[in-house]
Structures are given as structure tokens and as C-alpha cells.
């Protein structure tokens, strides 16, 4: 009997909170075993987007970060001049080895994986949805297709296109 693959752990940037509650499916993060979220993306969210910190379907855990960090994530942040939240949730990362960090931030997305960390947005976890069984396809590819109108993300039509594209094919 094969054995069933626990969901991963995840910690989470402010982005992913946000525009997963902007399109109404921040319950996509309940399949996930722990959705960690260092306290300084917990206020920006609070003063962002403060409902998506009260949705009861999913259960966020707020985690104090300490404030060490190695010399090279330090070297890092202010190179790719990264925020509290992404400093503080890529300092979590250290500690939680096997865990994934969601971010929409792309010079979070370029340090958390120099630094050998597996990283996901909000999109990878709209897709995760299908694959999971969390969503059909058509709702997927409606969630996607709403992504310009509902959500604050930035993402390039193109990149949106290809994404529906090979949903649609799956």
C-alpha cells in the first residue's frame, strides 16, 4: 500500500493572503497542514485587506519570527530591497525546512530560491486546487480568468493566457 503524501506546510507573504480573498477562495489554503504567517505580513494584511485575516474556513497561524537571520539572507533582502513581511516570512523559511513559501513578490521569489527554498503564488495555488480536488476544472479556469478584474495581482496577460491554456488541457 503506497503512502498517502502529507500536504506541506506553508508560510505565507502578504500577496497570497490578499488576492486569494480578493477572488473568494482563500480557502484554497485549507489544504495545506499549516498556513504559518510571520507577524509583520499579519499587519500588512490587517491594514490591506483585514477580512481576509477573519475567513473562519481556514485557519491561519500567526508566528512570532525571530530576528536572527544568516549574513546571506540579510545580504540578500537589502539587495533586492524586500520589506519586513517577505525579510520576516524568508526568516521563517529557515527554521521550517520543509515548508513552502508563497509569495506573488518576485525579488522574493529570486531570493527564496537562491536560497534553496520551493516557492509558489497565488497562482500555483489556484492550479494546486484542480489537481487536488479542491476545485473543478471550470471553476480553476474561472478563478484565472477573474484573476485581472477581483484581485489586485499583477500578472502579464500572456503568462495569465499560457497558465489557462494549459489548464485547459489538462
Excluded: Y
Excluded at 545580504?75 to 516570512?89: I, K
Excluded at 522574493?108 to 476545485?135: D, F, M, N, P, S
Aim: with cysteine; net charge neutral; glycine share 4%.
Amino acid at each position: 500500500m503506497a503512502e498517502v503524501e502529507s500536504p506541506p506546510v506553508v508560510v505565507c507573504d502578504a500577496g497570497p493572503l490578499i488576492h486569494l480573498d480578493e477572488l473568494g477562495c482563500l480557502d484554497l489554503l485549507s489544504g495545506f497542514r499549516d498556513v504559518l504567517v510571520p507577524d509583520a505580513v499579519w499587519n500588512e494584511v490587517a491594514r490591506h485587506c483585514p477580512s481576509a485575516l477573519r475567513r473562519r474556513r481556514i485557519r491561519l497561524h500567526r508566528v512570532t519570527v525571530s530576528d536572527e537571520a544568516g549574513k546571506q539572507l540579510m545580504e540578500l533582502a537589502q539587495t533586492f530591497a524586500l520589506d519586513a513581511g517577505e525579510v520576516e516570512a524568508l526568516r521563517l523559511m529557515a527554521s521550517e525546512s520543509d515548508a513552502i513559501l508563497l509569495t506573488d513578490d518576485a525579488a522574493a521569489r529570486l531570493v527564496a530560491t537562491k536560497l534553496g527554498h520551493e516557492v509558489h503564488g497565488t497562482i500555483g495555488v489556484v492550479v494546486r486546487a484542480l489537481r487536488c480536488a479542491q476545485r473543478t476544472k471550470r471553476q480553476v479556469l474561472n478563478l484565472l480568468r477573474a484573476i485581472p478584474k477581483r484581485s489586485t495581482l499583477f500578472i502579464a496577460e500572456s503568462l495569465l493566457a499560457t497558465v489557462i491554456a494549459q489548464v485547459r488541457m489538462s
